[in-house]
């Protein structure tokens, strides 16, 4: 798992309810991702961060909400607006927005009751 | 429409068994390709990446190919190992804008 972080490990969440998950580096990486992973298909992307105080909407942003107040840091809000969001969600980082490999984090899984 | 599809779904092995894994994709322009190991319950774990210009490339027990003609990848393990159970996620990277197109996997069962 590299030096990223997630926590925590299990998450249950009331229908109606925002949940935060933290994702954290220590590898001074420039850009962070969020994926989302459901049974049977490839990840999907949720938001990216190339630097702090900026982040793009990936392929299925609704419900979905970030922040990136510091490099090393990229917590994911779920929102009550997120219809499905009981999925395993997985944070990675680059050295920068380019080819380089992506290190990902152990992942967080969101259980709604 | 960009896609990466992977070959079989699941696959049940014995230990010291070789298998095959493969990959079909359709991105364009191409950039480079990754094959990822992903343990249950973990976050995916790089094992090779190849460009445009790369046919093979090994990493210990794992030799990936790549034919940028047909778009084909596929992936081997050789005297495959108990530890070598997980799923292998082919991932194509679009040269225009960074994007990364991931397979659904292929999920690899070694049984003793």
């Known amino acids: 798992d590299g030096g990223i972080t997630q926590s925590p490990k299990y998450l249950f969440r009331k229908e109606g309810q925002n949940v935060t998950l933290s994702c954290e580096q220590n590898l001074n990486h420039d850009a962070m991702y969020w994926y989302r992973q459901d049974p049977g298909q490839g990840l999907r992307l949720i938001y990216y961060s190339q630097i702090v105080n900026d982040f793009q909407k990936g392929d299925i942003a609704e419900g979905y909400s970030v922040s990136r107040e510091k490099k090393e840091s990229f917590p994911l809000t779920v929102t009550s607006a997120q219809k499905n969001p009981t999925a395993f969600y997985l944070c990675a980082s680059t050295a920068s927005r380019s080819y380089n490999e992506q290190f990902f984090g152990p992942g967080t899984r969101l259980t709604v009751l | 429409k960009n896609q990466v599809e992977q070959s079989p779904q699941s696959l049940i092995i014995l230990e010291g068994k070789n298998c095959t894994l493969q990959?079909?994709?359709?991105?364009?322009?191409?950039?480079?390709l990754r094959w990822y190991k992903q343990d249950t319950g973990r976050g995916p774990v790089s094992l090779t990446i190849m460009t445009f210009s790369e046919n093979t490339k090994s990493n210990g027990r794992y030799t990936a190919t790549l034919d940028a003609d047909t778009k084909q990848s596929s992936l081997h393990i050789t005297a495959s190992q108990l530890s070598d159970s997980a799923s292998y996620i082919c991932?194509?990277?679009?040269?225009?804008?960074?994007?990364?197109?991931w397979g659904a996997g292929t999920k690899l069962i070694i049984k003793p």
């Open positions: 991932v194509v990277s679009a040269d225009s804008n960074y994007q990364l197109i």
């Open positions: 990959c079909n994709y359709t991105v364009s322009p191409f950039s480079n």
